[in-house]
């Protein structure tokens, strides 16, 4: 079955600082991988998926297959950043995302 | 465009009680899903629908029922409900399965 880890719950950075949300899975197909993000009082939106390959708010995300991998990045967080990011993968063909349990983050002044 | 809509935004309910949560887009998409989403537990499938006139179970289907109206509406049904059904519960949409999804505001539910 396929599975979706976001190991840390919570995620706190300095304005500036470095940050990295971490998202693992579990597939034995070719999964099409994606990160979502909620703001405060917003609905969920996408915010990248890995097979555009674009770069988003600063954010990318690259898919490593050989450690099942696709964490989220960005070089300098800023504080409008802050707000819950969920890793969702489809499985191919059967219209069926699965999604990490999301990380909070939180980006301090 | 709206995009997703879904009433009601809150709802309190007794055990035993049933009620129909509805969701609805003007997208034209035709995929169409039903989540609920609890503390630390993220986002969890309950029924999808791939296109009108299919519906399909997800993770988590136990207690609920679903129906694909029409290509725009995709309600979901709670015959009796039970406290282990307070949760959130979002409606998203996509163009087809394999597109990103569109998410509603949500429906806060609490069964006391």
């Known amino acids: 079955a396929q599975r979706v880890t976001q190991p840390e719950k919570l995620l706190s950075v300095f304005k500036g600082a470095p940050v990295e949300l971490k998202c693992n899975y579990s597939?034995?197909?070719?999964?099409?991988l994606f990160w979502y993000v909620q703001y405060s009082r917003q609905r969920l939106q996408l915010l990248l998926r890995?097979?555009s390959r674009e770069s988003i708010k600063g954010f990318t995300a690259d898919l490593n297959k050989g450690e099942t991998s696709f964490h989220l990045k960005k070089p300098f967080a800023q504080e409008e950043d802050s707000a819950m990011y969920y890793c969702?993968?489809?499985?191919?063909?059967?219209?069926?995302?699965?999604f990490g349990d999301g990380t909070t983050l939180t980006v301090k002044p | 465009n709206a995009g997703v809509t879904q009433t009601p935004k809150f709802q309190v309910l007794k055990t035993g009680q049933s009620m129909t949560l509805q969701c609805a887009q003007d997208m034209n998409h035709n995929s169409m899903y039903w989540y609920r989403q609890d503390p630390g537990m993220g986002l969890r499938l309950i029924y999808y629908?791939?296109?009108?006139?299919?519906?399909d179970k997800g993770e988590v289907p136990n207690g609920y029922n679903v129906s694909r109206l029409n290509k725009r509406e995709f309600s979901l049904r709670l015959e009796s409900a039970a406290p282990s059904q307070t949760s959130v519960y979002f409606c998203?949409?996509?163009?087809?399965?394999?597109?990103?999804?569109?998410f509603g505001p949500g429906t806060r539910l609490t069964v006391l």
């Open positions: 969702a993968l489809l499985k191919s063909g059967a219209g069926k995302s699965t």
């Open positions: 998203a949409s996509s163009y087809r399965d394999y597109n990103e999804q569109f």
């Open positions: 597939y034995s197909g070719s999964p099409e």
């Open positions: 629908s791939a296109s009108e006139g299919t519906t």
């Open positions: 890995h097979i």
